[in-house]
């Protein structure tokens, strides 16, 4: 009888090393575009937390209905994008009831959303998008999460919205830290694979409502996060009830003071709505607002006034604009780019920093950016 054979331990495979040398960089990376203007990021994870009965899941429904109408969502502008959500606490009447009401109060009919805007309540029906085997901090796809992906890819969705976490990946204020790096690091994948926004509920903890439940691990893991809640009366100290107050609490790209929001015509409408600009949409259009733009860049030069290529820069030029005029960033992104590509600007160095100026003119002490 031959001897048994024993077969020895094989090493893991070794992932690609992923390093890159910085001297390679020929020019600047494009900015970070926005689905909500300096709210919601594409390629990223946005978290929306709130106390349970806080109406997180109708302000998400609004949303849907703006992006997939490319019109503003409480007072910001909008991109037009296909949207899927997964709204797993509701079922389809509910669901029904708000889009009447949210179309009613747009001024606009559900016929309107064409194919832009999927719902999937899941009503009896399986919801786990993740599993965690045996002993193992790594999370993996179930089936109707592979399933999910599969059709976001197919329709081009560049919006989920996932409604809630708790029903989707399990209870986040249980994981541990590695468990919910994981998850926030798989669903973050996805976003920037699909080029999309992803954006998930949960709930806060009963200490703090204005917060959210879960560890830090898992907050500090998500690069945008929001936090709805029923503002206090201070004289009274009685919840208002018709009121949500929508508070930033931290982002990596962009951040938003707080949005007082009312209940009206059965959905929420902000308190203080600053009028929008018309956005630059034909060719036309976008030139001529690429011509304004430089003649503003004109007039900061001229005085003397350095300004920024690097466009999250405070001095930059689509931050100087954004303080007089209600532009969304992404259209001020693409101007500034457009000046570059047709050279009608130049960047040079004064000092340490890269700035931008026509070409026409020169800051004293320039020199070449090489």
């Known amino acids: 009888m031959p001897a048994e054979v024993v ?8 992932e690609p090393w992923g390093g ?6 020929l020019e600047r990376p494009k900015p970070r575009r926005w689905l909500v203007d300096s709210m919601i990021p594409f390629k990223e994870l946005v978290l929306l ?9 109708l302000l998400l429904e609004q949303l849907a209905v703006s992006a997939a109408l490319g019109i503003p969502w409480i007072g910001r502008h909008t991109e037009k994008v296909r949207t899927l959500c997964l709204f797993l606490e509701d079922d389809r009447d ?4 708000r889009l009447c009401n949210i179309c009613e109060a747009y001024q606009t009919e559900p016929f309107a959303l064409d194919t832009s805007l999927e719902f999937n309540p899941r009503t009896w029906l399986s919801t786990k998008l993740i599993a965690f085997p045996r002993a193992s901090e790594e999370p993996v796809w179930t089936p109707l999460g592979e ?6 890819a197919e329709y081009g969705y560049q919006l989920i919205i996932i409604d809630t976490a708790t029903r989707a990946f399990g209870w986040p204020a249980k994981w541990s830290g590695d468990k919910a790096s994981n998850v926030a690091i798989a669903l973050r994948r996805k976003a920037t694979e699909h080029n999309a926004a992803i954006v998930v509920t949960d709930h806060t903890n ?3 409502a204005g917060s959210f439940a879960g560890t830090n691990t898992w907050w500090g893991s998500i690069r945008a996060a929001m936090n709805l809640r029923i503002p206090i009366d201070e004289m009274t100290r009685e919840p208002e009830r018709g009121k949500r107050v929508l508070r930033d609490l931290g982002g990596n790209y962009g951040s938003f003071e707080p949005i007082r929001l009312t209940w009206k015509d059965k959905i929420l409408h902000p308190e203080a709505v600053e009028p929008l600009e018309k956005r630059p949409k034909t060719y036309q259009e976008k030139t001529e607002f690429g011509y304004e733009l430089l003649a503003y860049l004109s007039k900061c030069v001229a005085h003397g006034k350095l300004v920024p290529i690097d466009e999250s820069d405070r001095q930059s030029l689509p931050n100087r604009v954004r303080r007089w005029r209600k532009v969304p960033l992404n259209d001020l992104y693409a101007a500034q780019q ?6 009608l600007v130049e960047v040079v160095r004064v000092g340490a920093k890269a700035v931008i100026r026509p070409r026409d003119l020169t800051y004293q002490g320039e020199k070449p950016w090489t």
């Not at 890159?20 to 960089?25: A, G, M, R, S, T």
């Not at 937390?49 to 899941?57: C, E, L, M, R, T």
Request: aromatic share 8%; proline share 10%.
């Open 20 to 25: 890159y040398l910085p001297c390679e960089i």
């Open 338 to 343: 457009w000046m570059l590509e047709n050279k």
């Open 147 to 152: 399933q999910l992906w599969g059709i976001v």
């Open 7 to 14: 077969r020895l331990p094989q090493p893991a495979a070794l």
């Open 94 to 97: 509910e669901l029904d009831t």
């Open 206 to 208: 009963r200490a703090d």
């Open 49 to 57: 937390a709130g106390a349970p009965k806080s109406a997180k899941s």
